[in-house]
């Protein structure tokens, strides 16, 4: 199996089932479930805050998945988000289960004018983007001069891993720190990923309870064995701390 494939299985098979399953189960499971791999409400509140969100503002979620995230941000600060998101399926998902308008586009070349959004944000992808310098020039690009960049980054604690997910590139904090200067970022704030508190239960019950479905549905396809796959990787080298996550709100240099 390929990289693409294997990333296929995971972010865009599995984002068509996800949306299959909360049709299913209730549109209350959409936002729980539709967060993939961007961590807790309390983390992306912090980033959310530190952004200065409000309503009216565009914001571009780039590499925005089913879009949870998105849909969070339009509900809780009034942003007007726009999804960016390479799976086809992922942007039909995010489009079916919340309606924010969507486009499909790898974060290296997007579609959109410099300076359009008052806002960006990108989480939990720049790890699953071959350029990622191509990917932090872009965020730059399409942000005005003097908006924000917040992005969720998985970070390699270690020189070397003893596996990772298919497609996955983990840089380390000294190898970001060269792609951030290099695309003209500068951090303003850091955050730990770790040092945010859980989701409250129901969050997490309503997340288990579309996977479970999934599973009950799909458990016997390759595809959603690998999506499994990939997904336990991940979640051991967190774990055992080998990869850590974090929150940063960058500025644009100069
Ligand atoms: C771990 S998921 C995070 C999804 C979403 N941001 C969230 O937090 O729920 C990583 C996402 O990055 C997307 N992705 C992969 N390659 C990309 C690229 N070149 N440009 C933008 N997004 C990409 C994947 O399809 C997937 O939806």
């Not at 952004?51 to 007007?80: F, I, K, N, T, W």
């Not at 064995?225 to 701390?241: C, H, P, V, W």
């Amino acid at each position: 199996m390929t990289d693409t494939e294997a990333m296929a299985d995971e972010f865009d098979t599995m984002a068509a089932w996800t949306a299959d399953a909360v049709a299913q189960l209730g549109q209350e499971h959409a936002v729980p479930a539709a967060c993939r791999g961007s961590g807790s409400p309390a983390a992306l509140y912090w980033l959310a805050d530190r952004l200065g969100l409000r309503s009216g503002m565009r914001l571009l979620d780039c590499g925005a998945g089913v879009g949870g995230p998105a849909e969070l941000a339009a509900h809780r600060y009034g942003v007007r988000p726009v999804l960016a998101e390479p799976m086809t399926a992922a942007c039909r998902a995010s489009a079916r289960l919340f309606g924010h308008p969507v486009v499909a586009a790898a974060g290296e070349r997007l579609p959109f004018a410099a300076g359009m959004f008052d806002a960006v944000w990108s989480l939990g992808v720049l790890c699953t983007v071959p350029d990622q310098a191509g990917l932090l020039a872009e965020l730059r690009r399409v942000a005005e001069p003097d908006a924000p960049v917040g992005m969720l980054v998985f970070l390699r604690t270690v020189e070397r891993l003893p596996e990772q997910p298919e497609g996955n590139s983990f840089r380390t904090e000294a190898e970001l720190a060269k792609l951030l200067a290099g695309a003209g970022l500068v951090v303003a704030e850091q955050a730990e990923l770790a040092d945010f508190a859980d989701p409250e239960p129901d969050w997490r019950a309503a997340a288990d309870r579309v996977e479970e479905l999934i599973e009950r549905q799909h458990g016997g396809d390759r595809r959603w064995q690998t999506a499994r796959q990939q997904e336990q990787i991940i979640g051991g080298l967190i774990s055992e701390g080998l990869v850590a996550g974090r929150l940063l709100v960058l500025r644009q240099a100069g």
